[in-house]
C-alpha cells in the first residue's frame, strides 16, 4: 500500500511515519491488490489534541476515519481500529455478488464474529418519502435545526439538483451536493 502523510501544524518524524505504515499494513489483508492502493493520511494538532484522519480510496468505495485523541499514537491505533470495523462490519454486504465483481478486497482473511452475525440481522425497518422542497443551504439547515435532525435532503434552489446538509463532529455544517 502506498502511503502519503502530511502534517497540518505539525512535523511529521520518521518515528510517527514508521508507526503510521505499520498499523496500516494490517489492512493490506483485506485488500486485494494493496500494493495499487494509496491511503492519504492527515495529522493535524489543535490545542492539545491530535487528529489522525485516513482516507483510502478504493474502486468502487472510499474508507475512511478519523480519531481525536491527547496521544498521537492513541489516535492512530483507534482510526486503524474503526476501519478494520467498517471493513468487517459490512463484509456481508461486501460480498454481494453486485458489488464483489468490482470490489478490491481480499474475502478469505475475513473472519465471523458475533459484531457480523448480529450486523447481517439489521435491515431497513422504515422507509419514508418526503417532498423534495427548492430552498438554499441557509433555509435547509433552518428547517434541520428545527427538526432536531443530524441531517437534512432539499432540492438546491440554484441548480435544481437534490443535496444534503448535515451537522459535522465539529458543530459546523457539511454540504452534499450531486454531480
Not at 52 to 67: D, G, M, Q, W
Amino acid at each position: 500500500m502506498e502511503i502519503v502523510i502530511h502534517g497540518d501544524k505539525v512535523k511529521v518524524t520518521k518515528a510517527m511515519k514508521d508507526y503510521i505504515e505499520e498499523k496500516l499494513s494490517k489492512l493490506d489483508k483485506y485488500l486485494e491488490n494493496s500494493e495499487t492502493v494509496r491511503a492519504n493520511v492527515i495529522v493535524k494538532v489543535t490545542n492539545h489534541e491530535q487528529r489522525v484522519e485516513i482516507t483510502i480510496p478504493l474502486k468502487s468505495f472510499i474508507l475512511r476515519s478519523e480519531e481525536e485523541q491527547n496521544d498521537f499514537y492513541a489516535a492512530v491505533d483507534k482510526t486503524i481500529d474503526k476501519l478494520e470495523r467498517q471493513i468487517r462490519k459490512n463484509k456481508t454486504r461486501l460480498m454481494s455478488k453486485k458489488i464483489k465483481q468490482s470490489m478490491d478486497f481480499n474475502f478469505e482473511n475475513f473472519t465471523s464474529n458475533e459484531e457480523e452475525k448480529n450486523e447481517s440481522k439489521r435491515k431497513i425497518v422504515k422507509r419514508k418519502k418526503i417532498e423534495v422542497k427548492p430552498m438554499n443551504e441557509e433555509e435547509a439547515i433552518l428547517q434541520m435545526e428545527l427538526l432536531g435532525h443530524e441531517f437534512y435532503m432539499y432540492k438546491d434552489s440554484d441548480t435544481n439538483e437534490p443535496a444534503v446538509v448535515y451537522k459535522r463532529k465539529d458543530s459546523n455544517y457539511g454540504l452534499i451536493e450531486s454531480e
